[in-house]
């Protein structure tokens, strides 16, 4: 497709289960990004890869949160063990260098 | 760290109207400094970007100045449209080990009455 694809756009859960979050970035992009964005703020980083391997996962709020993206295309953002405090958007976004982000419309997670 | 504080808002303004959503930051290095722009319904997408000091970004009839010595990236528009009704956020890259980290701020949300 043209853009970022992003799926589930709704995901509803219980509190405790296992939750994944799939990416497919624009063709050709080599950088991709994973952000969270709470209602009334700002997109929050979580990770970022530059093809395969993650460059920066500073964000990553706990180890109950990972990401992979093995063949440096689509990426899956998985949470273990859901919280309430994990609903929000998750945003992926790709790049062909870092700077001006392509963002897909977003996955969003509520725990139940 | 890096941090960008926008003017917070609900702004509402008639058609034609002036309009300036205030934006500020902390950064080190020499980011670039962007405004994305997210409509009712919509992704995030890019309005306009400056990479470096005294550069002005446009698009669309919106303007800013990255102005490094009173760290500000100011959005203007002269006269503002119904369908510029959306949520705005200012943003800066990360710079050197921090390249990949993009830095937001809160979204200031316009609404444009007729």
């Known amino acids: 497709g043209a853009g970022v694809s992003q799926t589930p756009s709704n995901k509803v859960t219980e509190k405790g289960k296992y939750v994944e979050l799939r990416c497919d970035p624009i063709?050709?992009?080599?950088?991709l990004y994973w952000y969270r964005q709470s209602l009334g703020q700002g997109p929050e980083f979580l990770i970022y890869?530059?093809?395969?391997?993650?460059?920066?996962d500073s964000g990553l709020p706990n180890d109950r949160f990972f990401a992979v993206r093995p063949e440096g295309s689509v990426s899956t953002l998985k949470i273990q063990r859901t919280e309430r405090g994990d609903s929000a958007v998750y945003l992926c976004?790709?790049?062909?260098?870092?700077?001006?982000?392509?963002f897909g419309e977003g996955s969003r997670l509520t725990v139940l | 760290g890096n941090s960008v504080t926008q003017m917070e808002g609900p702004v509402t303004l008639s058609e034609e109207a002036f309009l300036t959503i205030n934006c500020t930051y902390t950064a080190t290095g020499y980011p670039s400094l962007f405004w994305y722009v997210q409509y009712p319904g919509e992704g995030l997408q890019l309005l306009l970007k400056?990479?470096?000091?005294?550069d002005k970004g446009s698009n669309k009839g919106f303007e800013a100045t990255y102005r490094k010595e009173t760290t500000s990236f100011h959005l203007e528009k002269g006269s503002v449209q119904v369908s510029d009704s959306a949520v705005y956020f200012c943003?800066?890259?990360?710079?050197?080990?921090?390249?990949?980290?993009?830095?937001f701020g809160d979204g200031t949300t316009l609404t444009v009455k007729p």
């Open positions: 943003a800066l890259s990360g710079w050197g080990t921090n390249a990949g980290k993009s830095t």
């Open positions: 890869f530059q093809g395969t391997g993650a460059a920066d």
């Open positions: 976004a790709s790049s062909s260098s870092t700077g001006e982000l392509f």
């Open positions: 063709s050709g992009h080599t950088a």
């Open positions: 400056a990479t470096k000091a005294d």
